[in-house]
């Protein structure tokens, strides 16, 4: 018989290997770094590229060292590669602490301890790491995905511990997975009542000094070419409002925001005052507008509004006010999302009795720049008879003089108005303000720029309207006598869509992946968004704006008045006892009851192991019985012979016919020939 050669090993995996079950530590090792990849995942949209690629590679060799079945990576080469980690993060940001640091860091470790793992402890340290890993990410975003990511990478990780304690048989992955997820929905009950009843503080739970709200996007301080349109390409929301009163055509919807008035030569500023500011006048014409306003944090203290506020709101028990110049202003930095309601009129008189000396600060230009546009505002203002025919000339200008409304606009140079207005003629909402307003102080108007949101879009869904920062806009405030300051919107002369409609019905938004899919009113991906923003919205108004104010509310619908914390701790431990017990008491009075013969069994089985008789696992009660019996047996003949009359009774009793005795009296008898073999 001609003997078949063995196989090489590689030659052996690619022939049978893919039939061939993993051995139990790889597998469990696998799960482990699936479930560390989940837990990282979030952290790479806010890492350094180099820190996600470093971790990207630990895994991936940390994943082939494992299926390979490779020893561990040395002591003296892995710590050169820690410090050289650990010196690149203290280069990126400048220190070890803080928010951004400290998760860099974390990560880090968490990746590098999975290449240093050699004992269970070393398992449990990776585990606790990732669990804090998961915390972390809320420091980021607490939107609806974090916390159905969170959730699921929690049951991840609590199927991999589960699957490092089993002993013997190991179930199917389905049946853990199962098993993890069960685990994390019997916390759910007791995490609501956690949520509902633990004592809230004053301010986001989950932030940081410093850098916890780093990184936010909006209008700024400055208007320069170019800085509204980049803002214009956001999809982010910057408010969403909920209107009490009927809502306002979509043409006046103007939101105010910043107020500018320095101009250099081609940057706007907010103005800079020298004494005490004057008195705010606001004459109402017609019926005022009620709306509730939920802004996004900004790490500014800027608040929105519909234009024009009869009065400053309160934002979460802390007034608001008026600057001088009619800007919003909270009393600290939106640093969390705020809510506030605010009452606003469309139709009115502002400041019509200014001082001159006051109107003085919005005539300023400074000296040697735009010498074109400076000549044609007094050209005009020699032909106008008043203010308005200014005003009229300067907006047919820009309305019959073949100007471009565009997001890209070309660059511009030092005399950046007379290049806008007598060269390029395309420009943005800024390029418009900010030229109109230096014709009107060319022409001995006084006038302003404000920045701010125009427009919105309303969710059939919840009815709220939804701010976003592509809708950042810039328009002009000039001084007319009797009226006051005046709105006055250049765009609307350029592109008035943009102003009736929105944005993108003027500018079509640059096609990337599936946002290049054309998402109208009644397509499928337009009711998919609705939706989404109003479950999105539901969040965040009842989950992460649930404050303080909220909770003593809900505690005062129980019946609980001027609740205090002593109050709350109470409620909270009662009744978390009283789920708890919901939970525990179904899972006891269900849990699998054990088998008397079985119990007896495994009582006997361990006795006689300790006398060096310890049964196979294939063997029955009576061919034990014969080797207990065998000579040389350690045990004593009479010990011997209960021995024997148990396993006798045990089979008859396991594997017989119907017992003619009842299953007590044979319990009975069991036990008195267990008590005998001792």
Known sequence: MTKIPRLPSAIQMLAGGASRPMSRDKSDTLLLLASCAFVLAPHAQHLPLWIAAVCSALLAWRGWLTLRGKRM??????????????????????????????????????????????????????????????LANFFYSQSIASALTAIVAVSALLTTQLSFQYTGVVPPLRRRIGLGAFIVALAAPLTLVLFVLFPRIQGPLWGMPGDAHAGHTGLSDSMSPGAISKLAQSDEIAFRVKFIDPAPAQAKLYWRGIVLGDFDGRTWTQLRRNGASPQLMIRQRGAAIRHQVTLEPSGRPWLFALEMPSAAPTVEGNPS????????????????????????????????????????????????????????????????????????????????????????????????????????????????????????????????VVTGYQGGETNPVDGYMTVRQSDAHAWAEVWIARRGWVRVDPTAAVAPTRIEQNLRSVIPRRPFGLLALDIGNNSLLATLRANWDAVSNAWNQRVLNYNPEKQRNLIRSLGFDDADWRTLTGLMFALGSSVMALIAIPLVMNRRKKDPLLTLYAALSAQMARHGMARAPHEGPRDYAARLAAPRSPLAPDKLAAVTRFLELYEIARYGSTPTVSPATIIAQLKAHLAESR
């Not at 892995?78 to 640091?101: C, E, I, N, Q």
Request: glycine share 6%; net charge positive; proline share 6%.
């Open 73 to 134: 990576p040395p002591r003296w080469l892995l710590l050169p590669l820690a410090v050289m980690a650990m010196a690149g993060a203290y280069s990126t940001y400048k220190t070890f602490l803080g928010r951004d640091a400290g998760v860099a860091m974390l990560v880090l470790l968490l990746t590098f301890k999975l290449l240093e793992m050699r004992a269970k402890r070393d398992l449990f340290v990776v585990l606790f790491l990732s669990f804090f890993l998961i």
């Open 321 to 448: 006010g008026f600057s001088a110049d009619l800007q919003l202003l909270a009393s600290a930095p939106i640093d969390r999302r705020v809510r506030y309601d605010v009452s606003s009129m469309i139709d009115f008189d502002l400041q019509p009795d200014e001082t001159e000396s006051e109107l003085r600060n919005w005539l300023t230009l400074p000296a040697g720049y735009n010498p074109r546009a400076l000549a044609l505002a007094s050209r005009w203002r020699r032909q106008a008879k008043n203010e308005r025919q200014i005003v009229n000339a300067a907006l047919g200008m820009f309305r019959d003089g073949q100007f471009i409304y565009t997001l890209e606009p070309p660059p511009l140079g030092r005399d950046a108005v007379d290049e806008f207005l007598f060269t390029t003629r395309a420009g943005f909402c800024e390029h418009y303000a900010g030229a109109f307003v230096v014709l009107m102080r060319a022409a001995g108007i006084p006038a302003r």
